[in-house]
């Protein structure tokens, strides 16, 4: 099945450092999702993107749609302490069925004060 | 507006019982989803119904695992017998028709001791 590798796995920052995180893959991908899960609870959706090249940004966060096609980014800007969480990418292969997401492995965020 | 809504939030059960988790998805989403989320394999897609009906039930460990979705507001996932393998956050997801996207319910943590 597809794969999307997702890194880093864990980050360790200081409380207003920006901060980024990717993920990659080996096919092209139609579409990419951007979720944040909290302990305990489901994952949120933060950012979707739809085209190659697409930068959106949603208050502090920002993602791009790779032009590849193979890649996306999402970075935090000024992290503050409820930026703590597991943040995950999710996409939508070219050539897959049109419903199904592969989600990335995570990359837990952990912001000091 | 109310989210998926998924109950119960946590399940403790003796392995060989039955263990039915219950969501009720977003108003107006014709798509609904249930994921397993384990440390070792991550999310991972179980069932896919769209108006209702089962469309992908591939990723359906075993037979042990049944779902159902009687109307547009309900859905079960049985689990008979359950086994502690089975011990997970079970989430249910919805999305419109059309989008691809996924948005998710809080999660039952199931235990199977």
């Known amino acids: 099945g597809q794969q999307l590798n997702q890194s880093p796995q864990s980050m360790f920052i200081q409380e207003g450092e920006d901060v980024s995180m990717n993920c990659t893959s080996s096919?092209?991908?139609?579409?990419w999702l951007w979720y944040k899960q909290d302990p305990g609870e489901g994952p949120v959706l933060l950012i979707a993107l739809y085209k190659a090249g697409e930068l959106t940004s949603n208050g502090r966060l920002t993602a791009q749609f790779g032009i590849t096609r193979k890649d996306s980014f999402l970075n935090i800007s000024a992290s503050i302490p409820s930026d703590v969480g597991i943040y995950f990418c999710?996409?939508?292969?070219?050539?897959?069925?049109?419903?199904?997401?592969?989600f990335g492995k995570g990359t837990l965020l952990t912001v000091n004060p | 507006d109310a989210g998926v809504i998924q109950s119960p939030r946590h399940e403790v059960t003796e392995m060989g019982q039955e263990v039915t988790l219950r969501c009720k998805p977003i108003?107006?989403?014709?798509?609904l989803f249930w994921y397993r989320q384990t440390m070792m394999r991550g999310l991972e897609l179980l069932i896919y119904?769209?108006?209702?009906?089962?469309?992908?039930d591939s990723g359906m460990p075993e037979d042990r695992f049944s779902a159902k979705m009687p109307n547009a507001s309900f859905s079960t996932l049985k689990i008979q017998p359950s086994e502690p393998r089975d011990s997970a956050v079970y989430f249910c997801a919805s999305s419109p028709t059309g989008r691809v996207l996924a948005f998710f319910g809080q999660g039952t943590r199931l235990t199977v001791v």
């Open positions: 108003s107006g989403h014709n798509s």
């Open positions: 119904f769209n108006n209702n009906v089962p469309i992908d």
């Open positions: 999710a996409g939508q292969a070219s050539g897959g069925s049109n419903y199904k997401l592969t």
């Open positions: 096919s092209i991908f139609n579409t």
